[in-house]
Protein backbone atom coordinates (compact mmCIF):
# COMPACT_ATOMS: atom_id res chain seq x y z
CA UNK A 1 0.00 0.00 0.00
CA UNK A 2 1.65 3.51 -0.78
CA UNK A 3 1.92 6.06 1.48
CA UNK A 4 -0.26 9.12 1.38
CA UNK A 5 1.37 12.33 -0.14
CA UNK A 6 3.10 14.60 2.52
CA UNK A 7 1.64 17.72 2.55
CA UNK A 8 4.37 19.10 4.43
CA UNK A 9 7.52 17.86 2.32
CA UNK A 10 5.34 18.47 -1.02
CA UNK A 11 5.41 22.49 -0.24
CA UNK A 12 9.32 22.33 1.27
CA UNK A 13 10.18 20.40 -2.23
CA UNK A 14 7.83 23.39 -4.24
CA UNK A 15 9.79 26.26 -2.23
CA UNK A 16 13.15 24.88 -3.16
CA UNK A 17 12.37 24.47 -6.83
CA UNK A 18 10.69 28.17 -6.82
CA UNK A 19 14.17 29.47 -4.80
CA UNK A 20 16.41 27.25 -7.42
CA UNK A 21 14.52 29.16 -10.69
CA UNK A 22 15.20 32.83 -8.81
CA UNK A 23 18.61 32.07 -8.81
CA UNK A 24 19.15 30.71 -12.58
CA UNK A 25 16.92 33.49 -13.69
CA UNK A 26 18.91 36.02 -11.93
CA UNK A 27 22.19 34.35 -12.94
CA UNK A 28 21.13 33.82 -16.81
CA UNK A 29 18.45 35.69 -17.63
CA UNK A 30 14.41 34.16 -18.24
CA UNK A 31 14.82 33.09 -21.41
CA UNK A 32 18.26 31.88 -21.42
CA UNK A 33 17.41 29.58 -18.29
CA UNK A 34 16.76 26.17 -18.67
CA UNK A 35 14.48 23.61 -16.80
CA UNK A 36 17.74 21.21 -16.57
CA UNK A 37 19.68 24.35 -15.16
CA UNK A 38 16.99 24.60 -12.13
CA UNK A 39 16.61 20.99 -11.66
CA UNK A 40 20.88 21.26 -11.15
CA UNK A 41 19.90 24.41 -8.65
CA UNK A 42 17.59 22.82 -6.96
CA UNK A 43 19.42 18.86 -6.75
CA UNK A 44 16.01 17.33 -8.35
CA UNK A 45 15.71 15.16 -11.22
CA UNK A 46 13.30 16.44 -13.92
CA UNK A 47 10.48 14.29 -13.42
CA UNK A 48 10.14 15.30 -9.86
CA UNK A 49 10.35 19.36 -11.05
CA UNK A 50 6.94 18.49 -13.60
CA UNK A 51 5.31 17.19 -11.02
CA UNK A 52 4.79 20.50 -9.28
CA UNK A 53 5.05 22.90 -12.41
CA UNK A 54 4.59 22.41 -16.25
CA UNK A 55 7.14 25.24 -17.57
CA UNK A 56 9.03 28.25 -17.06
CA UNK A 57 5.98 30.24 -17.60
CA UNK A 58 4.17 28.08 -14.63
CA UNK A 59 7.25 28.90 -12.07
CA UNK A 60 7.40 32.49 -12.89
CA UNK A 61 3.82 32.77 -12.90
CA UNK A 62 3.71 31.33 -9.37
CA UNK A 63 6.64 33.38 -8.07
CA UNK A 64 4.96 36.66 -9.40
CA UNK A 65 2.28 35.22 -7.43
CA UNK A 66 3.40 34.99 -4.23
CA UNK A 67 5.25 38.25 -4.57
CA UNK A 68 2.05 40.01 -5.07
CA UNK A 69 0.44 38.19 -1.94
CA UNK A 70 3.56 39.16 0.15
CA UNK A 71 3.04 42.83 -1.37
CA UNK A 72 -1.01 42.82 0.00
CA UNK A 73 -0.13 41.34 3.38
CA UNK A 74 2.46 44.02 3.89
CA UNK A 75 -0.11 46.45 2.86
CA UNK A 76 -2.36 45.22 5.66
CA UNK A 77 -0.51 45.34 8.41
CA UNK A 78 1.06 48.80 7.19
CA UNK A 79 -3.04 49.83 6.44
CA UNK A 80 -3.81 48.94 10.63
CA UNK A 81 -1.39 51.42 11.66
CA UNK A 82 -1.55 54.27 9.44
CA UNK A 83 -2.93 55.61 6.60
CA UNK A 84 -3.98 54.38 3.16
CA UNK A 85 -0.83 56.62 1.13
CA UNK A 86 1.89 55.96 3.95
CA UNK A 87 0.66 51.96 3.84
CA UNK A 88 1.38 51.94 -0.04
CA UNK A 89 4.07 54.05 -0.02
CA UNK A 90 5.74 51.33 2.44
CA UNK A 91 4.63 48.50 0.28
CA UNK A 92 6.16 50.47 -2.66
CA UNK A 93 9.34 51.53 -0.82
CA UNK A 94 10.31 47.61 -0.32
CA UNK A 95 9.52 46.84 -4.08
CA UNK A 96 11.53 49.56 -5.07
CA UNK A 97 14.49 48.74 -2.70
CA UNK A 98 14.60 45.48 -4.22
CA UNK A 99 13.94 46.17 -7.88
CA UNK A 100 16.66 48.35 -7.28
CA UNK A 101 19.38 45.82 -6.99
CA UNK A 102 21.13 45.18 -10.39
CA UNK A 103 19.86 41.07 -10.71
CA UNK A 104 16.13 41.99 -9.38
CA UNK A 105 15.65 44.66 -11.65
CA UNK A 106 17.06 42.96 -15.15
CA UNK A 107 14.54 40.37 -14.34
CA UNK A 108 11.68 42.01 -14.10
CA UNK A 109 12.47 43.63 -17.21
CA UNK A 110 13.41 40.16 -18.67
CA UNK A 111 10.06 38.75 -17.70
CA UNK A 112 7.64 42.08 -18.94
CA UNK A 113 9.89 41.14 -22.05
CA UNK A 114 9.27 37.46 -22.42
CA UNK A 115 5.57 38.20 -21.45
CA UNK A 116 5.24 40.49 -25.12
CA UNK A 117 6.24 36.82 -26.32
CA UNK A 118 4.77 33.99 -24.32
CA UNK A 119 0.99 34.18 -24.59
CA UNK A 120 1.16 31.85 -21.70
CA UNK A 121 2.74 33.89 -19.41
CA UNK A 122 1.41 36.51 -20.41
CA UNK A 123 -1.85 35.43 -19.46
CA UNK A 124 -0.62 34.32 -16.38
CA UNK A 125 0.39 37.06 -15.49
CA UNK A 126 -2.31 39.37 -16.67
CA UNK A 127 -4.83 36.72 -14.64
CA UNK A 128 -2.71 37.58 -10.97
CA UNK A 129 -2.19 41.29 -12.03
CA UNK A 130 -6.09 41.48 -12.43
CA UNK A 131 -6.61 39.70 -9.07
CA UNK A 132 -3.96 42.11 -7.39
CA UNK A 133 -6.36 45.34 -8.95
CA UNK A 134 -9.67 43.70 -7.91
CA UNK A 135 -7.93 43.79 -3.99
CA UNK A 136 -6.27 46.97 -4.24
CA UNK A 137 -9.89 48.83 -5.74
CA UNK A 138 -11.62 47.19 -2.64
CA UNK A 139 -8.45 48.72 -0.41
CA UNK A 140 -9.83 52.39 -2.21
CA UNK A 141 -13.69 51.63 -1.74
CA UNK A 142 -13.37 51.14 2.27
CA UNK A 143 -10.66 54.22 2.85
CA UNK A 144 -13.43 56.21 0.59
CA UNK A 145 -16.25 55.02 2.62
CA UNK A 146 -13.65 56.51 5.90
CA UNK A 147 -13.43 59.82 4.14
CA UNK A 148 -9.66 59.40 3.59
CA UNK A 149 -9.86 59.14 -0.42
CA UNK A 150 -12.21 61.15 -2.88
CA UNK A 151 -15.23 59.40 -2.69
CA UNK A 152 -16.00 60.69 -6.40
CA UNK A 153 -13.12 58.39 -8.10
CA UNK A 154 -13.56 55.29 -9.55
CA UNK A 155 -12.50 52.79 -6.92
CA UNK A 156 -11.52 50.19 -10.04
CA UNK A 157 -9.91 53.14 -12.46
CA UNK A 158 -8.13 54.43 -9.45
CA UNK A 159 -6.04 51.07 -8.33
CA UNK A 160 -5.51 50.48 -12.39
CA UNK A 161 -4.15 53.99 -12.34
CA UNK A 162 -1.86 53.41 -9.49
CA UNK A 163 -0.94 50.26 -10.40
CA UNK A 164 0.19 51.44 -14.26
CA UNK A 165 2.31 54.02 -12.44
CA UNK A 166 4.45 51.71 -9.64
CA UNK A 167 4.82 49.58 -13.09
CA UNK A 168 6.34 52.59 -14.98
CA UNK A 169 8.70 53.12 -11.87
CA UNK A 170 9.68 49.83 -11.53
CA UNK A 171 10.58 50.23 -15.30
CA UNK A 172 12.91 53.78 -14.56
CA UNK A 173 14.63 52.09 -11.75
CA UNK A 174 15.45 49.03 -13.34
CA UNK A 175 16.85 50.49 -16.59
CA UNK A 176 17.55 53.99 -15.73
CA UNK A 177 19.21 53.33 -12.06
CA UNK A 178 16.95 56.34 -10.19
CA UNK A 179 17.30 56.49 -6.60
CA UNK A 180 14.55 54.36 -5.00
CA UNK A 181 14.25 57.58 -2.08
CA UNK A 182 13.67 59.77 -4.99
CA UNK A 183 10.82 57.58 -7.21
CA UNK A 184 9.62 56.91 -3.75
CA UNK A 185 8.71 60.38 -3.25
CA UNK A 186 7.37 60.97 -6.61
CA UNK A 187 4.85 58.16 -5.96
CA UNK A 188 3.86 59.39 -3.03
CA UNK A 189 3.35 63.16 -4.29
CA UNK A 190 1.17 61.61 -7.12
CA UNK A 191 -0.99 59.37 -4.74
CA UNK A 192 -1.60 62.16 -2.19
CA UNK A 193 -2.49 64.41 -4.75
CA UNK A 194 -4.57 61.45 -7.19
CA UNK A 195 -6.43 60.33 -3.95
CA UNK A 196 -6.86 63.09 -1.61
CA UNK A 197 -10.82 63.99 -1.21
CA UNK A 198 -9.55 68.01 -1.04
CA UNK A 199 -7.96 67.34 -4.65
CA UNK A 200 -10.82 68.41 -7.40
CA UNK A 201 -9.65 68.23 -10.63
CA UNK A 202 -11.36 69.66 -13.74
CA UNK A 203 -13.95 67.43 -14.82
CA UNK A 204 -13.01 65.62 -18.36
CA UNK A 205 -15.81 62.94 -20.29
CA UNK A 206 -15.74 59.43 -18.50
CA UNK A 207 -13.26 57.27 -20.92
CA UNK A 208 -14.12 53.56 -21.86
CA UNK A 209 -13.25 50.76 -18.68
CA UNK A 210 -10.06 49.18 -19.57
CA UNK A 211 -11.73 45.98 -19.76
CA UNK A 212 -14.51 47.33 -21.47
CA UNK A 213 -12.53 48.32 -24.16
CA UNK A 214 -10.76 45.06 -24.41
CA UNK A 215 -13.50 42.88 -25.53
CA UNK A 216 -14.47 45.21 -28.06
CA UNK A 217 -13.39 44.06 -31.78
Known amino acids: MSRPPNPELAQRRRREILDAAEIC ?5 FH ?60 VAQHLDKISSETEGALFCDIMGEATR ?32 DADLDALEAAQMLMAALDGIGMR ?7 SATLLSQFRTLAHRYLAPAARAPTYPRATPVRAAMRDP
Not at 45 to 63: H, N, T
Not at 123 to 144: G, K, M
Request: aromatic share 6%; proline share 3%; glycine share 6%.
Open 118 to 149: DPLLAQRLAEIDAASVESFALAIAEAQREGEI
Open 32 to 91: QATMQEICAEARISPGALYRYFDSKADIIAAIAEEKHREAEEAFKIARRQGGFVEALALV
Open 173 to 179: ASLQGAP
Open 25 to 29: FRRRG
